[in-house]
């Protein structure tokens, strides 16, 4: 159950909810597109404040992705590990199956 609520923490099913767009901003965004992510439950509604994430995989608005939370993670997908990053877009999901629906 304990590595459950890890893997709940680390990586999560998010829509995107928009895009930012930042004229300043800090050299390891340079050539990166951020969107903003809301994490969504089973049945497809919001479940907490949006994150900003770095599009890896060009995910557009609307799209369900799946986000990676865990800031080394993040680092490692944009190699550096200076980065001040915390949340990446690793997929886009084409379709996902849960047995109970509960939310």
Not at 54 to 74: H, P, Q, W
């Amino acid at each position: 159950m304990l590595l459950l609520h890890y893997i709940y923490r680390v990586m999560f099913i998010g829509r995107v909810i928009g895009n930012l767009v930042s004229t300043a901003k800090h050299p390891a965004f340079k050539g990166q597109k951020l969107l903003i992510v809301e994490r969504i439950g089973v049945l497809g509604s919001a479940k907490s404040k949006p994150v900003i994430a770095i599009d890896t995989v060009l995910a557009g608005d609307g799209d369900i992705v799946l986000v990676g939370s865990e800031g080394s993670a993040a680092k490692a997908a944009l190699a550096d590990e200076k980065a001040p990053v915390r949340s990446v877009i690793f997929a886009v999901v084409d379709r996902y199956e849960i047995e109970d629906k509960e939310e």
